[in-house]
C-alpha cells in the first residue's frame, strides 16, 4: 500500500543504519561479526526493492528484443539457455553476450556494489 508509512523499504533502511551505526559499534567478536552481516544483508534487500523490478523488466525486454520473440521472463530466459547450448554463433552471438555482461552487471548492483567499483 502506497499510502502506509513507513514502507517496508524504510523500513529495512532504519534497521540497516541502526545495525551499522550503532549496535556493531557496541558488540565485539562474533556478535559484531553477525551485525555486520545482518546489515549487509538488509543492504542487499534494501537495492532489491529498489532496483530490482526495473531491472527485471529491462531485462526481459531486451531478451525478447534479441530473441525475436515475446514470452514470460521464464519462457525467455529458457529459450536463452537453448541457444546458449546449441552453441549456435549466429549474429545475435555477441549482441547476446553483451546483454549477459550487463545482466551480470545489473545483479552485481544489487548484490555487491563494490565489485564494480573495483573493477
Known sequence: M????PSALELIEAVQEFLQER???????????????????LAIARRELE???????????ELAQLLGMKGTPDELE?????????????????????????RAEGRLRISNPKYLEES
Open 78 to 102: 529458457a529459450a536463452l539457455v537453448a541457444l546458449i547450448r546449441e552453441g549456435d554463433p549466429d549474429s545475435k552471438w555477441n549482441d547476446l553476450l553483451a546483454h549477459l555482461h550487463r
Open 51 to 61: 532496483q530490482g523490478p526495473k531491472l527485471a523488466e529491462d531485462e526481459a525486454a
Open 23 to 41: 549496535a556493531v559499534g557496541k558488540l565485539t567478536g562474533h556478535a559484531a561479526f553477525e551485525a555486520r552481516i545482518a546489515a549487509n544483508l
Open 2 to 5: 502506497a499510502t502506509d508509512r
